[in-house]
């Protein structure tokens, strides 16, 4: 049965590509692409002749069941202007009603802005909320950044170059003056990593231009108390004068504000040592 394979194309640098991609893109019936001139320097690159047809926001829709169709007769390629479909990109909805009916959908994985601004961000990056791009009135971006506001893991958004001191400016008054990672044309000839403050940008960034993926500092933890050496020496004198590790930790936790759980893991190590 033929299959629809979603394809990442490179964000900027046409040597991205990999391997994997340039051969399903040689080997399929038909590739719908998000803009077919973008694409077609990519195949002309790598001399590809394979046919296409544009699947774009405006047209999703009324192209949908000619794919569909089209996937009756071969497999057919997905690809965005870069990155991966589907992802601040077309193609949901066709990969909803592929799978719909049943048809394979194979995955070509690649290139990713997400994921190299946050690799490059210098930020921690254990946890993190992509928002994609920022709604374009001021109302709707100020709520959107208020309900990631109290996220400790980093903030990753796009941006264009016209909306990007408007959004920047949201961003401190909402957040606050948060470190901050700007990456501009990623993978590109101008490419530019800035990092600082969301103040600091702001004056960097007096005429922007390209694309932008920001990574945002999440909340900083800054409240909630330590466990310090000298926590730990009371606790111990405490062990040793023979108080039970309820009665120790209830009477640390009410002088230090530190959590009875951290504090009771705290005794159960002494006792092991």
Known sequence: MPSL?????????????SLRALRILREVKLIAAEDTRRTKRLLNAYDIKTPMTSYHERNKWTKLDYILSCLNCGDVALVSDAGMPGISDPGYELIVAVNQRSITVVPIPGPS????????SGLPTERFTYLGFLPRKNNDRRRLLESVANEYG?????????????????????LGDREIAVCRELTKVHEEVF??????????????????????EGKRNEGKPQLTEETERELYYMRGTGMTA???????????GISKRELYRAWLRMGKS
Request: aromatic share 4%.
């Open 195 to 216: 990092r600082g403050t969301v103040s600091q940008a702001i004056e960097h960034f007096t005429e922007p231009r390209g694309e932008f993926t920001i990574v945002i």
């Open 154 to 174: 980093a903030i990753v958004v796009l941006e264009t170059p016209h909306r990007l001191l408007a959004a920047l400016n949201d961003m401190l008054l909402v």
């Open 5 to 17: 394979y979603v394809v990442a194309t490179p964000i900027g640098n046409l040597e991205d590509i």
């Open 246 to 256: 309820k009665e120790a930790t209830a009477k640390m936790t009410e002088k230090t």
């Open 113 to 120: 802005v997400v994921v190299t601004a946050l690799a490059i």
